[in-house]
């Protein structure tokens, strides 16, 4: 049985506590009565994973067996996540492979001819070759690459459907191929409460015309958290989107998949551990992982970081309508990442880890911290956030000025021309999004290259509208100065020293809460 | 930035007290897992090149200390010539200098077949100490909790023939006296058919209570006393055999205070007195357990 999550309270039995900052990691103090979240034990995976595939498709929630919905001379499309889900990425044999081999076998049986499978990877950077082959697995990448098998590409009028308009305005624009089959099958990964359920096709398949209407500095103040689709502005809109396809005649049959939090593969396994918990075995690991890391050139420990591949665990595959689907999918990743915290505190810690949704296989930039801290972190709460209104978020992470000059171009010329003129997401949206959306340099470089779309780091950047709205003051620590200071917020060069500059915005004596992650826990703050 | 390694490995050393117990935090302790716990190795304790170091150890440093600071008396050592190991010693627990005295007490070749049941939460609880007492005294861990894992090694150890010293009491006396009487040393011994050889030790919990760490001045008397060995009956329950070790235990400290044929007569009259002391209040208790033995041999020629 796996333990629940639970809030710590640092006492002086309290050994250091593992926190990572970037491509590197380290033990740190905190003051007594600090907080720490540490989320549930990792549940147990499913045994028989093609067991449970087969009978996701057979016993499908509100919707025919995928048999019945198989015919000669129909058009199937099977979409799927892309590399920006899970994180680290997965093992191999990955579950999204898994399963697209199920559905095919199916296909195969009933005689579907027509079949092209198509990543989902919006305005994300295409996958490679051997990304989707790792991916989908080597079966399914032999028979569909290249031409039945491609990236989603947004910029293509051709390759777009325009399917019309919600209730409030909102337009709906997807992969025509999509749009135009007789059945959509969406395989979808669901590492946290923001993924999956409606925001898989609508966004994963849409067009920076579709995208605009929830990636916005309004519908990111007015999501309380986006990790809680049910008070989210983002995902009431990707909802109404949803719904709209479906009232058009798409069908969608939909597997989401869940996963634990098997976070760490070793040696790095003591990074899933309770601190006091740690073996002798654990603690000479960490000093050795550490020593390594610390000792290596940069590129090395970029080169072994990316190279991590977490031993995830599936705890649930749920197959059929899509919000039937979805409320299923939520109770498991609650089950593994909701933590009860008892009320909020005057400051927040995290520990920046090496990879985000945007920089697997490349670089994390400083707008993609701002995005992982003040966007994912911040947001990992029900109903209110850990820290109190005004209050401070303390994070660690090293903040290079560094940028992959292939994956991100537009976040060059952003965090340059954009960010040294205002940090306002609201003035940022108006005067400078649609210059770069729309920019045929970017568009060039999103279709024909490997580059995020133009307009990739705004919505980085209003993803962390709501954090830059609500707290008080933001202290990076150990970072680069400079690139701290062109994004509008503060370094400190120790914790200690953070914490210091914290007392001017929330006084001398703060509650403090760190939230242990990774693996991910997901704070129900009451 | 990165300090020097030194300073890595004493933040980790000091954090996660590697000389000392490990410790969970208070507000953690209810969320413990109740794993089986892993079992520190010690196998390697009982290689042949262990065992040499561990009878330099005993006899070249053990023993002159022990017998230098208390004065022992070792009786009954006859008794295992009519047994074959493996067998089961059983004996009265008070005091941290029983062990070396017991092992110092048996001739060579039984001490050198003879491992020691510890309680693994106190003397497993951090390597160092665990290697130590594996090395010194040939411990192997034992869960004092119980459960299905408490008496693997024993089991193991007695199938391969290794004596075992065990304390039923599972701790060292409070108050001088035997305490709570626990029955895994019977059960092993019906389980395994081996006999149990009961050992009555007077005299330590006066030399060196519980709180000392050496003992007191003065050479006080201690004894060791070897009883005969008990086999447990054909289909007996190892309860009975218990209570047998435990009547067998108690009048060996009556032979011990006074002589083998007064401590027959009284056994058979069943007058022999209980080792959970006098019912009286707990000073009298503790001072009747804490009055040395007194002492053997001529005495003064000159008064």
Known sequence: MARPGFVLEVDERTPPLLVHEGEGFRVQKFPLGSRVIYPPDSLPGIKDVTGAIRQALLNPSNSEPLTELMKPGMRLTIAFDDISIPLPPMQTPDIRGRIIEQVLEVAARRGVDDVKLVVANSLHRRMTASEIKRAVGERVFRSFWPNDLANHDAEDPAALAYVGQTDRGEDVEVNRRAAESDLLVYVNVNLVAMDGGHKSVPVGLGSYKSLRHHHTVHTMLNSRSYMDPTHSALHDSCARMGRLLASNGLRIFTIETTLNNETFPKPFGFMNKREWEWSLADQGTYLAAKRANDKSPPRIRREVFQRIASPYGVTGIHAGETEAVHAQTMVNVHRQQLVEVDGQSDVMVVGLPYICPYNVNSIMNPILVQCLGLGYFFNLYRNKPVVRPGGAMILFHPVPWEFHQVHHPSYVDFFEEVLSETNDPAQIEAKFEQQYATDPWYIHLYRNSYAYHGVHPFYMWYWGAHAMDYLGDVIFVGADRKAVRRMGFRTASNFADALEMAEETVGRSPRITYLHAPPLALAEVR | ?303
């Open chain 2, 1 to 303: 930035m990165a300090g020097s390694l030194l300073d890595e490995v004493r933040e980790v050393a000091r954090g996660w007290r590697w000389t000392r117990r490990p410790l969970v935090p208070r507000s953690a302790e209810r969320w413990q897992e109740d794993h089986e716990p892993h079992e520190f190795p010690t196998s390697w304790a009982r290689t042949a090149a262990a065992k040499a170091v561990r009878e330099g150890i005993l006899r070249f440093g053990f023993r002159p200390l022990v017998w230098n600071e208390t004065e022992p008396a070792v009786e009954g050592v006859d008794n295992l010539e009519s047994v074959r190991p493996p067998v089961i010693f059983v004996a009265n627990h008070a005091s941290h200098v029983d062990t070396p005295l017991f092992l110092c007490s048996l001739p060579k070749t039984w001490r050198e077949r003879t491992a020691v049941a510890a309680a693994a939460d106190y003397f497993f609880d951090v390597w160092w100490r665990a290697a130590t007492t594996a090395l010194v005294f040939n411990t192997f861990p034992i869960e004092r909790s119980g459960g299905k894992r408490a008496t693997l090694t024993a089991r193991r150890l007695l199938e391969e023939g290794w004596n075992l010293l065990v304390f039923p009491e599972g701790t060292r006396s409070k108050d001088g006296w035997v305490g709570r009487w626990r029955h895994g040393a019977a059960r092993l011994a019906t389980e395994h058919g081996v006999p149990l050889i009961p050992v009555a030790i007077r005299g330590t919990y006066a030399a060196m209570p519980r709180g000392r760490s050496w003992p007191r001045k003065g050479r006080m008397p201690v004894s060791v006393r070897f009883g005969r060995a008990l086999w447990p009956g054909d289909g007996e329950d190892f309860g009975s055999v218990s209570r047998r070790v435990q009547q067998e235990l108690a009048r060996l400290w009556d032979e011990d205070a006074t002589n083998w044929y007064a401590s027959l007569r009284r056994d058979a009259e069943g007058r022999t007195p209980s080792l959970a002391g006098p019912q009286a209040a707990g000073w009298r208790r503790m001072w009747a357990s804490s009055r040395p033995l007194p002492r053997r041999g001529r005495g003064k020629v000159w008064r």
